[in-house]
């Protein structure tokens, strides 16, 4: 299947089509002709103007006052992207490294970047051909972009840098001849525009969204399986005591509950406990606000995907050339801070249902096994659970709180927005943990309930999840059970 890369609206949806079923890219006429047009305008100005335009006839960052000859502009570009490659740490995950590529190309596409419809076309030929470069997490300070990562996604255009393709990782000049291409020569203004831009914190907004969708749902999912479990009470997600508050995702919430609860005998049956703790009795007030929490981070985000972000921006049909700021990623560094938070907090929020579960109330054994003292059955897992939520805690100090300045000062204040989308996803990559430590303990506790039943929906998921994790009657190795909880989540369609 065809993406046509245009000025249509790009959505995190369709990214996720476009990632996980194999899309190939292809530039619409509009999206040539705007690039070309732009390319043409700016060859024009650099002939024809004697003012310096930055980046192009000058050098970058705090060089800025120092001119180019015509001569040296094609080598600056190479020498920007040589110099700024100083990526460190882990790799970033191939998933997110093509969500770069393409949200790159994107951006180029809109004509006000100047770059060269050949070097766009390139970007479009690593996309479409899985190659991926290699670049790493840590290196940027989210200021003139993502100066660092894009460098890295950048040098195998030039024949440096490295790559991996079909999972063998090789140098950007044995790709090129692999493939039968020519390193790109980049012309004016175009290494900086491949390397100003927010793509790579884009790119981790993005994929933890896409994450964050998917385990949100699981995590009404996995509560309602867990309140059924302890023998909760139905009332608190009557849509009367929400429609008095009319917060939307405490109202989504509540009716999701009882829509994957409908027809559960456990929630229908008499009561002896007057109240329910929090961590169950406010599943829509804390589940909803982090669902309003994503829904405004996918707002802002899909804004920044469908922009211009490199500096300078060209608009040929004002004739204008202009030294800003769009790079900066303040826009994005904040709601990503938010959604580090709320994320943290659902994983917070499950870590105290898998507690109560094996607390050995409400008729349940401890721990959750038939000779408690003998086995210590589901004690660990939620030690387990404890740990990740403690760490998530400690991540949720937010990145774009600080600002260390660079390049001689002239880049004063910085978003800090990489670092804040590398510990969104590991936040959000925990709370999945967290909740896949819940469902295996809420799938235990169920069990505990027979004969009664917990609802349609419910014992379906409970019944594909035995196919893959099976009741636990005494103790045995726990670790892989959890892993294959966490991938039962990632494969299993829950379709209400």
Known sequence: MIHHISSAHLTQDLIDEII????????DEDARERIVKCREYLDRKIAETDKPIYGVTTGFGSLCDITISADQMAELQVNLIKSHACGIGARVDNHIVKIMLLLKVQSLSYGHSGCRLETVQRLIDFFNNDIYPIVYEQGSVG?????????????????????????????????????????????PKEGLALLNGTQNMSA???????????????????AAMSLDAFDGRPE???????????????IATAARINEILRGSQLLNQ????????YSFRCIPQVHGAVKDTLSYVKSVVDIEINAATDNPTICPDEDLIISAGNFHGEPIALPMDFLSIAMSELGNISERRTYKLVSGKRDLPSFLVAEPGLNSGFMIPQYTAAS??????????????????????????????ANAGTKLLRITENTERVLA?????????????????????????????????????????????????????????LNL
Request: proline share 7%; charged share 20%; hydrophobic share 45%.
């Open 20 to 27: 996980t079923k194999d899309y190939k890219l292809e530039l």
């Open 143 to 187: 200021a003139s972009g993502d100066l660092v990562p894009l460098a890295h996604l950048c040098l195998p255009l030039v024949g440096l840098g490295e790559v991996e393709y079909q999972g063998e990782r090789m140098s950007g000049a044995k790709i090129l001849q692999l493939m039968g291409w020519d390193p790109i020569r980049l012309g």
């Open 204 to 222: 981790f907004a993005v994929w933890s969204l896409i994450k964050a969708k998917r385990i949100t749902a699981w995590a009404d999912t996995i």
């Open 236 to 250: 608190p997600f009557n849509i009367a005591v929400h429609l008095v508050r009319f917060h939307r995702g405490q």
């Open 270 to 277: 008499p009561k002896k406990n007057v109240q329910d703790p």
């Open 388 to 417: 990740i939520v403690s760490q998530s805690k400690t991540l949720c100090m937010p990145s774009s709180a600080d600002s260390i300045p660079t390049s001689q000062g002239q880049e004063d204040h910085v978003s800090m927005g």
């Open 437 to 493: 430590i819940e469902l295996f303990t809420a799938a235990q506790a169920l069990e505990f309930r027979r004969p009664m039943l917990s609802s349609p929906f419910v014992e379906n998921v409970h019944k594909a999840y035995r196919a893959v994790v099976p009741f636990i009657d005494h103790d045995v190795v726990m670790y892989p059970f959890i892993a294959k909880t966490v991938d039962f989540m990632k494969n299993y369609e």
